[in-house]
């Protein structure tokens, strides 16, 4: 479940859209990453990184199980947000 915690008005909107855009269309989620990374490697806990790319893998392997083959998948440009 999600909280709708950001500002009011159109300020608020443009806050969480920005977000949401970098997320989704900027690969945000690539960046924090490899951020993550390189604290990692500069305070010598590359453990902590490994496990969490080992953890991102595992719930895309079974994402990829999930999504069989023979699920329906919506083109992006069909998605309407």
Known sequence: MYNCDWGPGE???NAISAILYKVILS????QILSE???ECVST????TYYA????IRRYSASEDKRL???DVVI??????L
């Open 75 to 80: 083109p992006p440009d069909q998605i309407n």
């Open 44 to 47: 010598n806990s590359e453990s």
């Open 27 to 30: 690969d945000l989620g690539l």
């Open 36 to 38: 993550i990374q390189e």
């Open 68 to 70: 069989s083959g023979d």
């Open 52 to 55: 969490i790319q080992n953890t």
């Open 11 to 13: 300020t608020g909107i």
